[in-house]
């Protein structure tokens, strides 16, 4: 089983849809969890990050850590055609950044 | 404003043959990785170093070597190609900078191996 679990996609919206992305994990000792957004044919690059549990707003992105549950989510509010990427999430035990990541999901904003 | 530079984009291989990926980053980082990217399976971590002088295996380190000579040049080796290798491969670097840092990775834009 891996460490990491994420929702496979793809997913296909419309544009000002509401989107979540899931991710699931069974390493209890994860501390630090992660968004990345990757366009495609780019290297990933850091969206969101919590630290623990708790939420956390940034504009129209919303990431949540249930630690109880080993669940984190990623919400996206008015989603728009340059919001289509893969988003990865990824986890570690401390902050030296040697990180976990899910498999991905590939998100596709219809105008 | 280079970031994580790797070299070179895109290589053919056939089987057997031997290459070397660079990967050069100038935000002075102490940390730096190599991984894979395979369709459907995520990043999967191959070699990771903590430090000039030192690396350190990950999850999938078979038929890979590494070395860091320097702080800034991270390379990675195939000795001995295989069909299985064919993927793209990303190098990443972070640094600690203190309590409540992220330990951001920053990666570079890739690097696609084919082995025929």
């Known amino acids: 089983q891996k460490e990491v679990e994420q929702d496979p996609g793809p997913l296909s919206v419309p544009e000002g849809a509401i989107v979540s992305l899931n991710c699931t994990y069974s390493n209890s000792a994860f501390q630090y969890f992660m968004w990345y957004r990757q366009y495609s044919r780019k290297g990933p690059e850091l969206l969101m990050y919590?630290?623990?549990?708790g939420n956390k707003e940034d504009g129209r992105f919303t990431a949540q850590v249930d630690k109880s549950s080993k669940y984190i989510s990623l919400f996206i509010r008015d989603s728009q055609p340059s919001d289509s990427a893969t988003y990865l999430c990824a986890m570690s035990v401390n902050n030296a950044g040697k990180s976990t990541f899910g498999d991905g999901t590939t998100l596709t904003v219809k105008p | 404003n280079a970031g994580v530079t790797q070299t070179p984009k895109f290589r053919v291989l056939k089987t057997g043959q031997s290459m070397t990926l660079l990967c050069a980053q100038d935000m002075n980082h102490e940390y730096m990785y190599w991984y894979r990217q395979d369709p459907g399976m995520g990043l999967r971590l191959i070699h990771y170093?903590?430090?000039?002088?030192?690396?350190a295996k990950g999850e999938v380190p078979d038929g890979y070597n590494v070395s860091r000579l320097k702080k800034q040049n991270f390379l990675l080796g195939l000795e001995s190609a295989a069909p299985s290798q064919t993927s793209v491969y990303f190098c990443?670097?972070?640094?600690?900078?203190?309590?409540?840092?992220?330990?951001?990775?920053?990666f570079g834009e890739g690097s696609r191996l084919t082995v025929l």
């Open positions: 170093s903590v430090g000039e002088g030192t690396t």
């Open positions: 919590t630290y623990s549990s």
């Open positions: 990443a670097s972070s640094s600690i900078r203190g309590p409540g840092d992220t330990g951001e990775l920053f």
